[in-house]
């Protein structure tokens, strides 16, 4: 199947700084990635649709100027927490959607963000 | 809207035991449904799914039925392994290019030797 990284894996950060997590699609083209996040013990909430070439599409509630999503090519995008907080401690996860039928999500595995 | 209700975990079972993972939607239009597995520390993966009514989808010795008549999509296994520990969401998606899906909660099984 089709395989999608994230790097890094992990990650800690004093609060104020910014961190960037990239997302890649590595052996297809994904004109759509989403991002997610994922607090303990609980499902996956839809933080933001990527789409290359055009501004991020960001679900009610997700700060946009926090959350900088930039999907630059056709298997790039990338997630900058910016001024983090230690609130902002989450595992993220992105997916990206094959660009034909049967458009499926295969999911990265994962960043672990710890603001310290 | 779109909505996805899953059993309440945690679920706890012995080697060799039936697994039941109970799964019902709310949707606006035609769904297709989805069966996804977490490793733990991992992302998501699909085990399995079905995008009409009728479809069993099978992956792994799992098997899952889509029944629009009880907007139900119940994930089943004969016999779990240990190996089989794990967070299993149920999902759904409405959407053709560029699908979002809406995930259940999330059913946390872990099996015991």
């Known amino acids: 199947g089709a395989v999608v990284s994230q790097h890094p894996s992990r990650v800690i950060c004093k609060s104020g700084t910014s961190v960037k997590i990239e997302c890649r699609s590595l052996?297809?083209?994904?004109?759509?990635m989403f991002w997610y996040r994922q607090f303990p013990k609980q499902s996956l909430m839809l933080m933001a649709t990527?789409?290359?070439?055009?501004?991020?599409?960001?679900e009610q509630g997700v700060e946009k100027d926090k959350f900088l999503i930039n999907h630059a090519s056709l298997t790039l995008s990338t997630l900058t927490v910016t001024s983090a907080h230690p609130e902002d401690s989450s595992f993220y996860i992105c997916?990206?959607?094959?660009?034909?039928?049967?458009?499926?999500?295969?999911f990265g595995p994962g960043t672990r963000l710890t603001v310290t | 809207g779109n909505s996805v209700t899953q059993m309440e975990g945690p679920v706890t079972l012995s080697e060799e035991a039936f697994l039941t993972i109970n799964c019902t939607y709310t949707a606006t239009g035609y769904p297709s449904l989805f069966w996804y597995v977490q490793y733990p520390g991992e992302g998501l993966q699909l085990l399995l799914k079905?995008?009409?009514?009728?479809d069993k989808g099978s992956n792994k010795g799992f098997e899952a039925t889509y029944r629009k008549e009880t907007t139900s999509f119940h994930l089943e296994k004969g016999s779990v392994q240990v190996s089989d520990s794990a967070v299993y969401f149920c999902?759904?998606?409405?959407?053709?290019?560029?699908?979002?899906?809406?995930f259940g909660e999330g059913t946390q099984l872990t099996v015991n030797p």
């Open positions: 999902a759904l998606s409405v959407e053709t290019s560029g699908s979002r899906l809406t």
């Open positions: 052996d297809f083209q994904a004109t759509t």
């Open positions: 997916s990206a959607t094959t660009p034909v039928a049967p458009y499926e999500q295969y």
């Open positions: 990527s789409n290359e070439g055009s501004k991020a599409t960001y």
């Open positions: 079905a995008t009409k009514a009728d």
